[in-house]
């Protein structure tokens, strides 16, 4: 019985041997060195992120912008809105809430927040937070609008607060 298990375990010691010696090989050919020639990384034409200190105060609400970032498919303005009246406000109430360049009069949209489309804030709170807007700016832009409501303007309730010629500063 122990003649023949003694042919069994050599067999198989050789393929182990076999095995571990392909894995050598393979992780050898692994590790050699890559010649490719890497590839440069182009500029890129965004600006960098604005700090921005600006305030505006209305009768219904107190707006404050305080940064810009710049993203390949977005620009993100950091606010923060308080009301001040008595009754809930919206910013939003007709999906009017918009970025726009100074060129060729380039609006960007919010992309709403879904458990708050409307932008809806109640007296005497305060809604901080960031507000995307779809699409990169335009390489050209130099200045920058943001409105709330801006397809009405004197409705109750839906106040209309803008920040106007937002410088954009550029890196050199």
Do not use: H, W
């Amino acid at each position: 019985m122990k003649a023949s298990i003694l042919p069994i375990l050599t067999s198989i010691s050789l393929v182990c041997i076999a095995c571990q010696s392909n894995l050598t090989q393979q992780s050898s050919t692994a590790t050699t060195p890559n010649t490719q020639t890497p590839v440069a990384t182009p500029k890129t034409s965004l600006p960098p992120t604005q700090t921005y200190d600006l305030q505006v105060n209305d009768p219904q609400v107190v707006a404050r912008l305080t940064q810009i970032a710049f993203t390949d498919d977005s620009v993100v303005v950091t606010m923060a809105f308080t009301n001040v009246s008595q009754e809930p406000i919206q910013l939003n109430s007709r999906d009017d809430l918009i970025l726009k360049d100074d060129t060729y009069n380039s609006t960007y949209r919010l992309a709403t927040p879904p458990d708050n489309p409307k932008i809806q804030i109640q007296p005497g709170t305060t809604l901080k937070g960031q507000f995307v807007f779809i699409g990169r700016v335009s390489p050209k832009a130099t200045n920058l609008d943001i409105s709330t409501n801006s397809s009405q303007y004197g409705y109750k309730n839906f106040p209309r607060v803008s920040f106007s010629n937002v410088l954009i500063q550029r890196g050199k």
